[in-house]
């Protein structure tokens, strides 16, 4: 249906189809036809029913449309990226200095602690002997200190030159610690039956007898002088 008057062409319209008998696909068009349209008597209100706007001009109402920029001269950041800021790399460097002072903590402490087991193995013997000579000294008076002082004396040696605690000073885990030290069986054997009289006498029945404690007392300064060849 026309919507303008004049010459109005309507184009060609094509169909194919497959020829059996040629065995082919072919086309067929119908000619196109030309239309001389004249407007009508009421071609106002026929065009408004039909088409459902009225024909108009196009033009620019205002700036409802913005034209694309041709020249980017006058474009700038108006912020910069994040990426770029000096605190974006401070923050960033925060856990790396964490964890490297962990790291150097870490190694100091290792360290102190080497320092100390160090130390308190040079000390172990002279501490140990001094323990013993007052133990001996406090026998003659009372002779259940004489035990404990010397029993601190035996257990704070191996304690300090073995790196053990005083609860850890038990039969297996000292025979063990001295096997590992290539210590004589007879020697880990005589340290262990020294501690268990060391114990009898002070949680039983401690001997009154002054050669049996000066006796144990040389017992122990045996056990010092060989653990510190050994060891």
Known sequence: MPKAPGQHKIPPISFSYFNPAKDQYETV??????????????????????????KQNL??????????????DDL????????????????????????AAVLFYQRERSKQAENLVFIRSRRARRTALKRLKKAEKAGKSEIRRFY???????????????????????????????????????MVKETTACL?????????????????MRELAERIRKIIEVLERNT
Do not use: C, H
């Not at 205002?62 to 980017?72: Q, T, V």
């Open 148 to 186: 404990d002082e010397a029993a601190a004396a035996l257990s704070g040696y191996l304690s300090d030159k073995l790196n053990l605690t005083e609860i850890a000073l038990t039969s297996d885990t000292l025979e063990r610690a001295l096997t590992d030290k290539s210590v004589a069986p007879e």
């Open 29 to 54: 068009s119908t000619s196109p036809l030309s239309l001389d349209v004249v407007r009508g008597k009421d071609s106002v209100t026929s065009i408004t029913a039909l088409s459902g706007i009225n």
């Open 196 to 212: 268990q009289e060391l114990d009898f006498g002070r949680f039983v029945a401690p001997s009154a007898s002054s050669d049996n």
């Open 76 to 99: 700038e950041e108006k912020q910069e990226p994040v990426y770029k800021s000096f605190w974006f790399y401070l923050l960033l460097g925060i856990p790396l200095a964490f964890n």
């Open 59 to 72: 033009t620019r109402l205002g700036s409802d449309i913005n034209f694309i920029k041709l020249s980017a």
